[in-house]
């Protein structure tokens, strides 16, 4: 009785090690405050929640089906070294960029809706913005930039392409293009492709809610597993030593981890897809 009261005290003690490592790693992310300003780092901002999750979820899994703490330890650290060099957490771009550029229609429309032409509006937007380390500050300071040397027109619509990657921003530009040649109220132009995006950044609003419900199921079902397997492991242990000691059990343990490290990288790509 005695050592199943210490074994369960040091699975529960290994579980909150992992989780205040967890929670000291997703606080370190997020005091670094990163911002996107520029296109380089609108491309490299990182997914904290989904890293922090994958960290936690392999290891107490590893420590759940093999009974290494050390093991669960390397895979903390190799999911830190994904999350720092490599692409694999980056967040969607296109939301990022459609976010943002639908605040920059916003005050571009401001100013043409007061009689201004558009690239004044772009100078005076920037003096009633009160946001700071901004994409959208940084785009309208460049934009300002390039008015003040005279790059003006179809130039400057080329400029905001290539701030804005994305097909709404060409469809725009194309549209303003166009309505220099047919004479079509710029204004007009831009209240129209404004309206169109916020009804679609509603709808995509909508969906990521619905998403993010999923991705919330399929968590818990991901973990529960671990947890069962915890509680067995702390309250009955000698039921299931065998699964760590034989070489069957290992390898049982081996397949029943790798079907539920498939299952969630499956769900993962299900919601993607869905999305």
Known sequence: MLSKLKKTLKNMKFIQFMTD???????RLDSKKEYAVDINS???????QRAAVDCIFYAIGIY????????SVLAAIVICMLYKNTGYYNVDKYALYLDSFIDFLNFVNSGL??????????????????????????????LREAVHIGIVG???????????????????????????????????????VLS?????????????????????EQMILCIAPLFVILFVKSSSG??????????????????????????????KKIVENVR
Not at 42 to 48: A, E, G, P, Q, S
Not at 176 to 191: C, D, I, N
Request: proline content about 1%; aromatic content about 12%.
């Open 42 to 48: 609108i491309n490299t901002l990182k997914d904290r």
């Open 196 to 216: 169109n995006l916020y009804n679609r950044y509603k709808t995509i609003e909508e969906a990521q809610l619905i998403m993010y419900q999923k991705k919330l």
């Open 238 to 267: 000698e039921f299931i030593d065998i699964m760590y000691t034989e070489s069957i059990g290992r390898i049982v343990m081996t397949i029943s981890f790798g079907m539920l490290i498939a299952m969630k990288l499956m769900g």
């Open 154 to 192: 179809n130039e400057l619509y080329d400029e905001i392409d290539r701030w804005y990657p994305i097909a709404d921003c060409k469809l725009y530009t194309s549209m303003l293009k166009l309505s220099k040649t047919t004479g079509a109220s710029m204004r007009r132009v831009t209240e129209v």
């Open 113 to 142: 809706s007061a009689g201004l032409t558009f690239e004044t509006s772009i100078n005076e937007s920037i003096l009633i913005m009160n946001q700071e380390n901004t994409y959208m500050l940084t785009v309208f300071k460049k």
């Open 64 to 71: 759940a089906f093999y009974g290494s703490a050390v093991f």
């Open 21 to 27: 490592v967890s929670t000291k790693i997703q606080r």
